[in-house]
């Protein structure tokens, strides 16, 4: 008898495609991608400018719909779900890391870790402060959580944002040009760190780079071009 697992994709795109505009004046932006992402897989996504990328990213980040085909997300199909519970289905299932990780300024880095678990339960618990101080440890932040962004180096408030991407326990991470921000050292600690956290955890990771010394050293590399995947 065959002990065969069967795992649900953690996303699952067939034929997207996505236009802007309207009366008669359109733009195609993508032409029918196609792509599955499984658990644990570590993605590179390149392409030149104006390739897709963005759009593409904020289609699977659920920022956006797609003006035709289809999206599953955790076994969800998002085409047929309302605002609320797209909106709950992001929080669940994504993180989001980007070139400028959008910190508050005001906050610690303990408390801009926190901010997706206060977001999402409404208040602020005992076990959340557990959870983001676990996070900025295993980061290497455990000496900083109670500085404000702006006594952090680039590198550093890097790593609070991938530390309050993984909050959640998200299953995805989508990481938009994560080191596009910071010199080559910086950059290749921030890459080691999130590989780490794919091989520990099977966090799927989708990252968006321009840096081809840094793609290859994913798993899986998918080339965009003019809206379309060409490899």
Do not use: W
Request: proline content about 5%; some cysteine.
């Amino acid at each position: 008898m065959s002990d065969t697992t069967i795992t649900t994709p953690v996303l699952q795109l067939t034929d997207v495609r996505k236009q802007y505009g309207s009366d008669g004046v359109t733009t195609h932006v993508l032409h029918g991608i196609s792509l599955t992402l499984q658990q644990g897989e570590f993605t590179a996504l390149i392409g030149p400018s104006g390739s897709g990328k963005s759009t593409l990213l904020n289609i699977i980040g659920l920022l956006e719909p797609p003006t035709e085909g289809s999206l599953v997300m955790q076994g969800y199909e998002t085409g047929t779900m309302h605002e609320d519970g797209l909106t709950r289905l992001r929080g669940q299932s994504i993180g989001f890391v980007f070139q400028f990780h959008h910190l508050i300024p005001s906050f610690t880095a303990l408390e801009n870790v926190m901010m997706p678990l206060m977001l999402e339960q409404g208040r602020q618990t005992p076990l959340q402060r557990v959870r983001a101080a676990g996070l900025l440890e295993r980061v290497g932040l455990a000496g900083r959580m109670d500085f404000k962004p702006g006594k952090l180096s680039g590198g550093q408030q890097q790593r609070v944002a991938i530390a309050r991407a993984l909050a959640a326990n998200p299953p995805l991470i989508l990481a938009d040009e994560p080191t596009g921000n910071l010199d080559t050292a910086a950059a290749d600690e921030i890459f080691k760190l999130l590989y780490e956290v794919n091989q520990e955890s099977g966090t799927t990771f989708l990252v968006v780079t321009h840096d081809p010394r840094l793609a290859k050293r994913c798993s899986r590399i998918i080339e965009l071009v003019d809206g379309r995947i060409v490899s």
